[in-house]
């Protein structure tokens, strides 16, 4: 198989018990090296609980889970991180009384090298500041201190500190300033073409269109519908049924 389409995270049948009710019903899906996956749907649809399933932030799930061969189905969230799965959370989760350079920190790992040989992206905190160049011009100041945006900026670079081979992404574009949202979606481009993949939950199609290769379309905990991001753009009746408000 060629290193380009090799399989980083694979979920199948993927559910996640609640109580009398489940959240998600097997659930399938891949995404491989070097790709922008999108998980689209409406509120409540699943997306956010189908990436902290696969990081390992829910206790009860069932299904198969394997990140880079390894199976990860029933491990705890610092396992699939210290194998290089890098998690954004929606609610940004900086620490407040610690400055940006601090943050950053908290997240620095060693590097990482393929099974090929070959070096993973490395980041230091002067390649973040270029990629994030309003984290740069405050690297004292306080997480408590910034913007929701500014705020969303760090998280992702502190993620990124971890040098992951895949990043999950929770609602990016979710309650920040459209400037940002642009910001968001180049640093999502720069990020794909230094080699990192990225699968991330979207409510915005206009966000995921920028930034993705492919679509999966999540509805009451289910795919119901995936292919090219180009391909679902141009399906008129899958948009209005899943996606519309």
Avoid at 14 to 42: E, I
Avoid at 106 to 131: I, N, S, Y
Avoid at 160 to 167: A, D, F, H, K, Q
Avoid at 175 to 192: F, T, Y
Wanted: glycine share 12%.
């Amino acid at each position: 198989m060629r290193t380009a389409t090799q399989a980083l995270l694979t979920l199948g049948g993927v559910h996640t018990p609640g109580g009398a009710y489940h959240f998600l019903y097997g659930v399938d899906l891949v995404v491989r090296r070097g790709a922008v996956v999108v998980l689209l749907g409406r509120n409540g649809a699943g997306k956010s609980t189908t990436l902290k399933a696969l990081m390992g932030m829910l206790a009860k799930r069932r299904g198969s889970i394997r990140f880079l061969g390894h199976d990860i189905s029933r491990t705890e969230p610092h396992h699939a991180a210290r194998l290089g799965l890098g998690f954004v959370p929606e609610d940004r989760r900086v620490f407040t009384d610690l400055t940006v350079m601090e943050n950053l920190e908290v997240g620095r790992q060693a590097g990482r090298q393929w099974a090929d040989g070959g070096a993973a992206p490395l980041w230091t905190p002067e390649k973040l500041f270029r990629l994030f160049p309003n984290l740069g011009e405050m690297p004292d100041r306080p997480g408590g201190r910034m913007s929701g945006g500014e705020q969303q900026m760090l998280t992702v670079a502190r993620t990124l500190m971890g040098n992951p081979y895949l990043v999950l992404l929770d609602e990016p574009s979710e309650g920040v300033a459209p400037v940002i949202v642009e910001q968001m979606a180049q640093m999502i481009l720069e990020l794909k073409a230094q080699g990192v993949s990225i699968l991330l939950s979207e409510q915005n199609m206009h966000f995921a269109e920028l930034v993705s290769d492919r679509a999966y379309v999540l509805e009451k905990g289910q795919i119901r519908y995936q292919a090219t991001m180009d391909e679902l753009a141009a399906n008129d009746e899958v948009r209005r049924a899943y996606l519309s408000v």
